[in-house]
Structure formats: structure tokens, C-alpha cells
């Protein structure tokens, strides 16, 4: 299981920074895009992974961290999530001002 | 003194708190009412500043103060901490905003929408930057104050800073995942975000486990150093910050030394017990190159708004190069210097807005500000002949020499030249690098370096500016003086005068950025301030012994 999720958020993270190198404004919004999925998944995975486990206490399960999962990573990912979201949005919005008023995608505004 | 008393720990929220609410306020009144607006904003930031100093005074006397948010023990919630660095921070960074928006309420605050409450929450977001003893919630501050300063940076449109705001946006999008990656990872490894509790945890790190935490502090340093302009990460700076309205470029000054901040508040705490100092070599050497390539900047540029934004650059590479050689006594050196050359910046570009209309005539070009170009000559036709032109667009006689004087001050600042306050802070720096350098410390050689690099930084920004100004007031045919408004000349002339205030009173302040910079080094009290925090009994309850 490790070494899937490893595999995608290596290839999520790898396309990601190519299109964020590309000149065209569309490219680089996807490429963003796919580097913030693959820091999403890696917050999740740095509370190790684990099946069937819950974050919050139960009654009658013992005690140890054999039984749970680290609630934390779930929380912060969340938070990373809504502010990537955001953010997402608002560079949409500079890259629709800016095809506007320079006529072109590039992210020089000319060619 | 002793009204401060009652109000701790309370006192450490309301620089957050006060802008927010005040923002919020600003956005039920829609887009109009501009007045009310900003004098709403002028009473926060002035708050602002009094509370700061309020802080100022009582973390130096009592030394660090941790907040604890949702009244959790100290690891488990967030925290906020006062200590002497980041209340000079969080004032510094209400002086640049109390300034921004006075000279804004002139005339760029029409220039777009929702600008004051933009600059609310920027207001907001550094504060709470400054103040957070919690990783991941710096993270959330950050993109607070960079969500606002997208706003800022497109405010008054036009091409040009249209296009420097999508690579400004880029940039910042990207450091923000390397910023989550290094946190998280160091999350993982520590499993703790509590930067206090970090201080303890990191020592116990095992050995099998330590090169993941060296690359957790690396990839948040680089985050971090993106945001401080280091080089290679600092191309973005000089098109967005010269392309930004003046106010917003003043404004902007202070956002460099947020990851400045960051770097030697997670450096230290995350290094203070540990046995190797990782990386430390490598920040001193990308100051030298940031400092040497910003100075050769200004000498190659003759566009007064690119100048100072290279300016900014030399500071920023001055002070990571000044962190990168981890002596407490040229840090205190440093904070100094952070301080004059943030006030010094931000005075520049808010001189280069005056002196730039003025040699237009008064004009501002169409491309420059679509909208606000606009709303002026809506002005011109209503208010030509009544009280408010007046009073507020009166040409008087001084007022070249007003300017003239203020770009010799602000080169005086920039150079580090005496007898204002950045000169202070150079020959802080100097004197400790002398001391040191002269023991035979065993990175002597690297100290003669940094000195070198401070005095011929210095000089060559000290030719582009003296260059700049005889191009401006000497090269140039007598015209009729420039029509300066009191909003407009308040605040160049406030912060000149804060800068003559702090060499006026340089002694007790060197002893304090003194102190703030020996806690970086020996940061027992700030952990303990978190650790023996007390938790508020919930009402009703008994008195636990």
C-alpha cells in the first residue's frame, strides 16, 4: 500500500511541477492543481496509513496507538484542502484578468 | 506599566482580532463610503500600534508570554507567543500599515475596490504570522496575508501589474506546497507543531531518523527564503513590487521580512538544543549572493520604483547573509537593521509616487491605474473650486525642498549611511563582526566576507541613489513645485521621523533587539512561557490545587 500511494504521489507531484513549467496559463493553473492533490495525499499518509482504524476514542478499544489513527494529519489536510481550493480560484481569476487584457495565455503576457 | 498588567495574556489577540473585525465591518458597507473606511482603518492600525508597544514593553520587562487560544495544555492547542522579536515585529508591521493607508486615503484607495479591507486583513494575517507559536497555523496566517496581497498587488489594475500578479500568485502557490511538505514532514517525524514543543522533541529525535527532519527544516527553509527574496527564488520581486500602487509597494515592504522571520524563529527553535547546525552555511552564502545581486540591481537600473525594489532585495540578503553566521551579537545587529531599512523602504515608495507625478505634471498615465484615471477627472469637474480641493491640494512653496530632503533621508536610510538609524544598525553588525573576526572565531574568514559585503552593498546603493536624485532634482529643467497633500506628506514625513526617533533613542533599543536576538539563541524562556502556561478554569468550577 505504501509503495502505491508513494508511486502516485510521486507521478501526481512530477506532472504537476512539468505543466507548472509550461508557458501556456491553463497549464500551469492544472499544474498547481496537480502539486497541491500530492501534498494533500502526503499530509494524509504522514499519520501513517492504516485500514479500518478510527481517529476518535471508542469505548471498549484498548487504549493504544495499535487500535487508532492519528486524527491530526485528517485535520490538517482538511485545512489544506479548503485553503488550496481558494487559492485555485483566486489564480483563476488573475489568469482570466490577465488573458483579458494583454489578448494572449502566456504567462509573460506576450507571444 | 500597570494597566498593561490586567490585560495578559489577553492583549496578545487583539492585534489578530481588531483588523479582522474591523474588515468585516468594512465589507457591510459595500464598495462606496471610502471615508468612513479609512478612518476606521486608521484607528485599527493606530490600536494597533499601542498595543504593540504595550507589548513591547511588557515582554522586555517580563520576559515571553504564550496565549493559549482554545484554553488547551500547552502542546495540544494553538498557541500565541509574545516575545521581544515578534512584538517589534507585529509594531513595525502596524506602522507600515498605518502609513500605507494614510497616504492611500489621498487618492489610491479610489484606484479599485475593497482596498481597506484587503489591507485589514493583510494587517491581520503578518500580526498573526508574527505571533503564532503554532507551525501549522504560520501556515495559515500565511496564506491569509498572501491572499490578501494578491488583492493588493492587482489593486488599480492595468496591464503590467496584471501580469506580474499571475508569476507573484505562481510563486507563492508553489512555496505554499513546499511550505506543507516541509511542515507536515516535520510533523512526522517530531510529532509535534507546537514550536515550543518542538524544542524538546527534536532533541530526542533518534539518529536512524534525522536526515527526514534535516529534509523537513530544508524544504520549509525554502519555502520560507522564497517569500525573504533569497536568491535563486527572488525574481519575482522586483516586477511585482514596482508594479504595484505606491501604498501597496510601501505596504509591501514588510512582507520580505515575514520570511525572514520565519527562518530564524524555526531555525533557531528547531536548532537550539540540536547538536549540527544544518544549513548554516548555505544561508549565509545565499545572503552574500541576494545582497551583491540586489546592489548591482540598483546600479543597473534607472526606474526609481525598480530601484527601491532592489533596495529591498539588498536588505533581505544583508540580514539572512547577517543570520547565516548564527552570533547572537550581529543578529541583534540585524534586527536593528531590518527595522530602519523596513521604515526606509516603505518611506521610498512613497516618495517615488509623489516625485514620479510630479515630474508627469500631475498626471497619472492612463495604463497606470484604468480606473482610477477615471474617477480623478470625475474629481477634477465636481470638487475644483470647493473646500475640499482646498484644503487638501494645496501647492505650498517647500515642497520641493520637502521632497528633495525626504529622497536624501531615505538614500541616507538605504545606504546604511549616518546619522539615521539603518547606520546604527550597520555599525552594530560591524562592531560585533570586528569583535568576532578579531578573536580568530573559527569562521573568521566568513565574517570578513559578511563585512566586506555590508560596506560595499552599502556603497553601491548608496552611487544608484545619488545618481537617482540628481537625475530627478538637478537634471531636471525648474518646473512649478509639486501640489503635496497632507494625507500624502504625513506619512513620508512620520516615517522619517520614527527613523530619527530610533537613532535619537538607539541605546535602549540595541539593548532590546539585544535581548530578542540572545532569546533566538537561548529560547528556555520561551519554551517555558508555553509549557507553564495556565489553562483557565471553566466557570463554576473548584480551584484545582
Known amino acids: 500500500m505504501e509503495l502505491v500511494l508513494a508511486l502516485g504521489i510521486g507521478t501526481l507531484a512530477g506532472s504537476g511541477v512539468w505543466l507548472l513549467l509550461r508557458p501556456r496559463t491553463f497549464q500551469v493553473v492544472i499544474g498547481l492543481s496537480l502539486i497541491s492533490y500530492a501534498v494533500n495525499l502526503f499530509i494524509f499518509s504522514i499519520g501513517s496509513l492504516a485500514i479500518d482504524k478510527e481517529p476518535v476514542i471508542v469505548d471498549g478499544k484498548e487504549l493504544t496507538l495499535a487500535n487508532y489513527t492519528d486524527p491530526l494529519p485528517q485535520a490538517l489536510v482538511l485545512t489544506a484542502i479548503v485553503i488550496g481550493f481558494a487559492m485555485t480560484a483566486l489564480f483563476l481569476v488573475v489568469l482570466l484578468a490577465s488573458r483579458g487584457l494583454t489578448g494572449t495565455d502566456h504567462v509573460d503576457g506576450v507571444g | 506599566m500597570t494597566w498593561i498588567a490586567p490585560l495578559m495574556p489577553h492583549l496578545l489577540v487583539v492585534p489578530i482580532l481588531l483588523p479582522m473585525l474591523a474588515a468585516g465591518v468594512m465589507l457591510a458597507f459595500g464598495e462606496g463610503h471610502r471615508d468612513i473606511k479609512s478612518r476606521i482603518s486608521l484607528v485599527v492600525t493606530s490600536a494597533n500600534i499601542v498595543v504593540a508597544l504595550a507589548l513591547a514593553v511588557w515582554v522586555h ?23 521581544r522579536l515578534s512584538a517589534v515585529m507585529v509594531l513595525l508591521a502596524a506602522v507600515v500599515a498605518l502609513c500605507a493607508v494614510l497616504f492611500s486615503s489621498a487618492r489610491w484607495d479610489k484606484a479599485g475596490v475593497h482596498y481597506y479591507p484587503l489591507a485589514m486583513l493583510l494587517l491581520m494575517g503578518l500580526s498573526g504570522a508574527f505571533l503564532t507559536g503554532d507551525l501549522f497555523n504560520l501556515y495559515v496566517y500565511f496564506e491569509i496575508l498572501l491572499a490578501a496581497s494578491y488583492g493588493l498587488l492587482l489593486h488599480g489594475s492595468g496591464r503590467q501589474r496584471v501580469s506580474a500578479s499571475v508569476h507573484y500568485v505562481a510563486v507563492n502557490l508553489a512555496a505554499s506546497s513546499l511550505f506543507l511538505i516541509g511542515a507536515t514532514t516535520i510533523y512526522g517525524v517530531t510529532g509535534t507543531l507546537n514550536m515550543a514543543d518542538l524544542v524538546q522533541r527534536v532533541v530526542e529525535v533518534p539518529a536512524a531518523d534525522r536526515w527526514l527532519l534535516h529534509v523537513g ?124 531599512s523596513v521604515l526606509g523602504a516603505c518611506a521610498l515608495y512613497l516618495l517615488i509616487d509623489l516625485i514620479e507625478r510630479w515630474q508627469n505634471l500631475g498626471a497619472t498615465l492612463e495604463d497606470d491605474a484604468p480606473f482610477l484615471a477615471a474617477s480623478f477627472a470625475d474629481d477634477q469637474n465636481v470638487n475644483l473650486d470647493d473646500d475640499e480641493e ?41 562592531s560585533a563582526s570586528l569583535t568576532l573576526g578579531g578573536n580568530a572565531a573559527d569562521d573568521a574568514g566568513k565574517i570578513w ?61 540595541l539593548e532590546y533587539v539585544n535581548g530578542a536576538a540572545k532569546s533566538l539563541y537561548y529560547p528556555g524562556a520561551y519554551v517555558e512561557s508555553v509549557m507553564r502556561a495556565p489553562i483557565v478554569p471553566p466557570p463554576g468550577a473548584k480551584e484545582t490545587p
Open chain 2, 61 to 83: 520587562a517580563h520576559g515571553p508570554v504564550a496565549y493559549l487560544m482554545g484554553n488547551w495544555p500547552a502542546p495540544f492547542g494553538i498557541v500565541l507567543v509574545v516575545d
Open chain 2, 217 to 340: 527544516a530544508g524544504v520549509l527553509s525554502v519555502a520560507f527564503l522564497a517569500k525573504a527574496a533569497a536568491w535563486p527564488l527572488n525574481f519575482w520581486l522586483v516586477p511585482a513590487y514596482s508594479s504595484a500602487t505606491a501604498p501597496v509597494a510601501a505596504y509591501f515592504a514588510i512582507m520580505t521580512k515575514v520570511g525572514f522571520y520565519s527562518v530564524i524563529r524555526m531555525a533557531s527553535l528547531i536548532y537550539a538544543e540540536s547538536p549540527e547546525q544544518f544549513g548554516r552555511a548555505g544561508l549565509f552564502a545565499l545572503g552574500v549572493v541576494t545582497a551583491i545581486l540586489g546592489a548591482l540591481g540598483m546600479v543597473g537600473t534607472l526606474k526609481l520604483a525598480r530601484l527601491a525594489s532592489y533596495g529591498v532585495m539588498v536588505s533581505s540578503g544583508t540580514l539572512i547573509a547577517a543570520f547565516g553566521l548564527q552570533h547572537w551579537e550581529i543578529t541583534g545587529g540585524a534586527i536593528f537593521y531590518l527595522v530602519s
Open chain 2, 449 to 509: 566576507v559578511f563585512m566586506a559585503v555590508l560596506l560595499g552593498t552599502g556603497l553601491l546603493s548608496l552611487i544608484a541613489l545619488t545618481r537617482a536624485g540628481i537625475r530627478t532634482f538637478w537634471a531636471t529643467p525648474l518646473r512649478e513645485g509639486p501640489r503635496l497633500r497632507l494625507a500624502e506628506g504625513l506619512p513620508v514625513g512620520l516615517l522619517l521621523l520614527t527613523a530619527l526617533a530610533i537613532t535619537a533613542a538607539a541605546n535602549p533599543i
Open chain 2, 390 to 430: 482646498r484644503l487638501i491640494g494645496r501647492s505650498f512653496p517647500a515642497s520641493t525642498a520637502f521632497l528633495a530632503l525626504a529622497f536624501l533621508v531615505c538614500t541616507l536610510m538605504i545606504a546604511g549611511l549616518p546619522p539615521l538609524s539603518s547606520f546604527v544598525g550597520k555599525v552594530a553588525m560591524l
